[in-house]
Nanobody, 125 residues
Framework: QVQLVESGGGLVQAGGSLRLSCAAS????????MGWFRQAPGKERGLVAA????????YYADSVKDRFTISRDNAKNMVYLQIDSLKFEDTAVYFC??????????????????WGQGTQVTVSS
């Protein structure tokens, strides 16, 4: 079992920055690729970023490339999502997720083994 707890969400003005954090506990953290999904009201949950167990490979959705940066600190069992140049359309609940194995498992199945409870990001114009 892996427990994921997100933090760092909030209300931010467009153009601003935010860093989301995800604390993981439980089974061996490095056995998992990690990702961030988001779900806006009335829309499906979608993957925005993912990172391999050692940080060597990353994935970004086209809509967030050059603005989002995913990273992980395996010594602290933490995953981060740096969000810059926030746009109104970034408003969503952001979920941390863990998939056992390679990053391709996360990006191809879009069905992680574990989910966090989510953190709300609201961008004001």
């Amino acid at each position: 079992q892996v427990q994921l707890v997100e933090s760092g969400g909030g209300l931010v003005q467009a153009g601003g920055s935010l860093r989301l954090s995800c604390a993981a506990s439980g089974r061996t953290f490095t056995a998992y690729s990690m990702g961030w999904f988001r779900q806006a009201p009335g829309k499906e949950r979608g993957l925005v970023a993912a990172i391999s167990w050692n940080g060597g490979s990353t994935y970004y959705a086209d809509s967030v490339k050059d603005r989002f940066t995913i990273s992980r600190d395996n010594a602290k069992n933490m995953v981060y999502l740096q969000i810059d140049s926030l746009k109104f359309e970034d408003t969503a609940v952001y979920f941390c997720a863990a998939s056992y194995g390679r990053i391709l498992t996360m990006t191809s199945s879009l069905n992680p083994n574990y989910w966090g409870q989510g953190t709300q990001v609201t961008v004001s114009s």
